[in-house]
């Protein structure tokens, strides 16, 4: 093996370190390891800040990950990834018995949902609920196509499936459900959704985003994947960036049949877009059960903490089945709360759409929810002072 001494200086002896601690510089001496900087906010947030306000998992890249993306990145960054492109592929195709074919990489999910609203919205508009992560969806409308076509949530702010079903005709060309829900955390009852995805499906496409799907009590029975194989106009997409904690490096998939993976991918670059270090880290996470239950239980306690401050506090959320709870503050305005929180360092979410009151909090690291925890009555306090001065 050729030995590179300015190769060991950039990745160093800990992996770790090497891989999201250091960072190169490449200068008229050549490669230098830059002084190794205890946090660069260009790559996370800033000391002192708990960053609580974008679904992430702050406990990935798992150290498997890491390790992955130093070989990989050493080995292969000067080559284009289909190698390992094909190799993610295959491990998704074996574990839901479906062949390569059946699936479409993206550089995180966002494309690929926004390849099937694009691909869809040339059939018709795309029918969605009230309150949904309705990002990609919207891609259409930049391009002069119709708004979805929004059926009201439940009163209790769950997805009216029987609602939906019923807005469906020949002008919709996708329905768009979010299982788990983001922003609610809620999951749907996974019978229900089924006979939902097979009715629906038999009128138009049916799209349903399974993200947060790992974070739920048993995924495979949330899962829908099932009856893309049973030849059901449906498709699903997941996602690299929640539970394996790694929004940074943009994996991303949809399954689907053959012919819509094949008429969606028309719409991008598919796997082009991905790269060695984002592949390795999600190869390298996919099967690692220790580490993905260490995650989901750190989720679990953080959730206990905050629904308990809640309550203590005299507020009431929807039940998740997330990493991150949407929070009823009764009379009081999220955006409001929001700054009180953002004043004192702790980044959440304010207001979705006319949801004035609902306040969306992700988990993290349990010193940064324990400081969420802390701020509440004193944001609370502010809060009612902003909004009514
Ligand atoms: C429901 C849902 N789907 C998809 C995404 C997009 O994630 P990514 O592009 O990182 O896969 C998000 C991000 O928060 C999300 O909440």
């Known amino acids: 093996m050729t030995h590179n001494p300015s190769r060991r200086i950039f990745l160093g002896g800990s992996l770790a370190a090497s891989a999201v601690g250091a960072s190169g510089l490449m200068t008229s001496a050549g490669l230098q390891a830059a002084p190794a900087a205890a946090s660069d906010v260009r790559y996370g947030p800033a000391p002192g800040v708990a960053k609580l306000n974008a679904n992430e998992n702050p406990f990935g890249p798992s150290p498997k990950a890491l390790e992955a993306i ?26 839901h018995g479906i062949t390569r074919k059946n699936i479409s990489l993206s550089s995180g999910s966002s494309p690929i949902l926004s390849y099937a609203a694009l691909a869809a919205s040339k059939k018709g508009k795309i029918l969605g609920p009230d309150l949904f992560w309705d990002t990609t969806s919207r891609a259409p409308e930049k391009q002069g196509a119709p708004e979805i076509v929004r059926v009201p949530n439940t009163a209790d702010l769950g997805i009216d499936l029987d609602a939906m079903y019923a807005a469906i005709d020949d002008t919709i060309g996708m329905v768009h459900v979010t299982n788990p829900n983001n922003p609610t955390g809620t999951v749907l009852d996974p ?3 089924k006979e939902f995805c097979i009715k629906a499906s038999k009128k138009t496409l049916v799209l349903v985003d399974e993200a947060y799907n790992e974070l739920t ?26 539970i394996y904690g790694l929004a940074g490096l943009r994996v991303g ?23 060695q270090a984002g592949l390795a880290a999600a190869i390298a996470s996919y099967d690692d059960f220790p580490f993905l239950t260490f995650t989901k239980d750190k989720i679990i306690e953080a959730k206990g903490m905050v629904m308990d401050a809640l309550k203590v506090n005299g507020l009431t959320a929807l039940e998740s089945s997330t990493n991150f709870i949407f929070v009823n503050l009764g009379d009081g305005n999220a955006d409001a709360f929001r700054q ?3 004043d004192k360092g702790v980044l959440i979410r304010g207001i979705y759409r006319d949801y004035t009151n609902w306040s969306r909090v992700s988990m993290g690291r349990i010193s940064d929810v324990q400081r969420y925890v802390d701020a509440i009555p004193e944001a609370l306090e502010t809060m009612y002072k902003t909004q009514n001065s």
Do not use: C
């Open 70 to 95: 130093a070989t990989a990145v050493s080995q292969g960054g000067a080559y284009y990834a289909y190698p390992a492109a094909m190799s993610l592929l295959d491990m998704i195709a074996e574990r």
């Open 340 to 342: 009180a929180m953002a």
């Open 217 to 242: 009590d048993d995924p495979p029975k949330h899962s829908m994947i099932p009856l893309v194989k049973a030849g059901h106009n449906v498709i699903v997409a997941r996602t690299f960036s929640k």
């Open 253 to 275: 998939y949809m399954i689907a049949s053959e012919e819509n993976t094949q008429w969606i991918n028309n719409y991008g670059m598919g796997g082009y877009t991905l790269n």
């Open 191 to 193: 019978v229900k959704l």
